[in-house]
Structures are given as C-alpha cells and as structure tokens.
C-alpha cells in the first residue's frame, strides 16, 4: 500500500489535483431533477461500455433522455454505436417513472428499484451527483489494487466482493486523506491518465 499512498501524494502535489478538484465541485452543482435524471442514463449507458463514447452519446442526445419514444431513443443510441442499445433504451424508459423523485435516494434503493443497475453503476450515480462515500469498482480500479499487490484479481464482482474492496478503498482514501470520491479519480488518472466522470 506504501508505494500506491506515496504515488497519490505525488499526484496531489500535482496540477491534476486542480483538474480533480474542480470535478468534484462540478459533481455537487447537479440539482434539478433533470440533471439527475440524465446523469441516471450515464450510468445505465456505462455499464458494460466505454466512458469516453458513453459521455459523447450523453452530451448529444442530452434533453432528448427525458422524452423519446423507445424506438428514437434506441434508434439513437444504435447510430452513436452504443453496445446494448435495446436493452439500455428499455432500462432508460423505464427508470423515467423516478424521474422527479432521484434526489436523496440511497445506493441500495437504486440497486433495487433501476434496472440496469448494480453496485458500481448505482456508486457511479451518486459519486457523479455530488456524493463522497461511494467506491466506483471497475476493472480499472481492480486492476490498480491488484498491480500494488492489494488484492487478487476476483472472479465476479459479488456484492460481497464489492463491499469488501470497498472497505480497503475506504482504508486508502483515509490514508491519503482523501474522500473516496477524489480517491476514484486518483486511482483512475494512475491507470488510464485520464479524469472523465
């Protein structure tokens, strides 16, 4: 754990921690039931698929979340090349039932009642809509764990599983004085050199 603590203080020394900051900040200005709504369609979207494509999907069919028909939406998604259109489309109109009622909702409420959701989707949610206190487990994150020699790399992601890195990231994010929300973009800038959302 030395060398990955010591690697994040390095980072935090570094102009990245400026571009980390602001995203965070950025997270927490996300209020209207809108805005939470189509960032609950980011999260359904990234499931199984690409960050990067899925923020340019976002950012094009943007309002058009809140009200397409099933077919236009998945028609939409099939011309960006989105991966699972149908099945995403589906998840989307169907989580539009909660649209105005997304604030204040617990990770365990969204894992139960949006479809298309899972731990980590449901972590991604809240992180990007100003919450702290949730680790986002993807291969990258699992991958940095296993390269430090933290964890061996699972065989599924059990909730059992999720829950116990979770608590090791809890552990990091202490040590290095950082919330889990800041520690996620650390973690991911380390493996990918980027910070997205």
Not at 132 to 139: E, G, H, L, S
């Amino acid at each position: 754990m030395k060398n990955l603590l010591r690697s994040i203080e390095n980072l935090k020394k570094n102009k990245i921690s400026n571009l980390i900051n602001s995203r965070i900040k950025e997270f927490k200005t996300k209020n209207s039931d809108n805005e939470l709504f189509k960032e609950l369609c980011f999260c359904i979207l990234t499931a199984n698929f690409n960050a990067e494509k899925t923020i340019k999907i976002q950012e094009e069919i943007n309002d058009d979340f809140l009200t397409l028909p099933e077919s236009e939406l998945s028609n939409k998604l099939k011309e960006f090349g989105h991966r699972y259109p149908n099945a995403r489309t589906k998840y989307i109109i169907e989580a539009r039932k909660y649209k105005d009622s997304l604030k204040n909702k617990s990770r365990g409420w969204l894992i139960k009642n949006i479809k298309g959701l899972g731990y980590k989707e449901a972590s991604h949610f809240l992180r990007n809509i100003g919450h702290n206190d949730y680790a986002i487990i993807d291969f990258h994150i699992i991958d940095v764990l296993i390269k430090n020699n933290l964890i061996e790399k699972p065989k599924t992601l059990t909730k059992t599983k999720y829950l116990e890195i979770e608590s090791l990231l809890k552990e990091i994010s202490e040590k290095s004085n950082l919330s889990l929300a800041e520690l996620d973009l650390y973690l991911w800038y380390t493996e990918t050199g980027k910070i997205l959302k």
